[in-house]
């Protein structure tokens, strides 16, 4: 499964848990792990939430698609 957020690595720069998160955005703590490894993904007004709950900015939280090779 391809990556396509780095929710996982954001929430480690930012010293939080999978749990903190989802607390904050009142969701359950099993999706938030699955989002983290990415399995599934969240919309988009979701990981704007998440975005600002973390203090940067939603790009942050995406994987980048240039300079892959397919």
Same mark, same amino acid.
């Given at each position: ?15 939080? @848990?999978?749990?903190?998160? =989802? +607390?904050?955005? /009142?969701? &359950? ?7 983290? !490894? #990415? ?6 007004? @979701?990981?704007?939430?998440? =975005? +600002?709950?973390? /203090?940067? &900015? ?7 698609? !240039? #300079?892959?090779?397919?």
């Amino acid at each position: 499964m391809a990556k396509v957020n780095r929710i996982k690595a954001a929430l480690a720069e930012a010293d939080k @848990t999978n749990l903190w998160l =989802a +607390e904050k955005i /009142g969701r &359950d703590p099993v999706t938030v792990s699955k989002w983290c !490894t #990415n399995t599934t993904q969240p919309d988009l007004q @979701t990981l704007a939430r998440i =975005a +600002e709950f973390l /203090g940067i &900015d939603i790009r942050e939280l995406l994987v980048s698609t !240039t #300079n892959k090779i397919n």
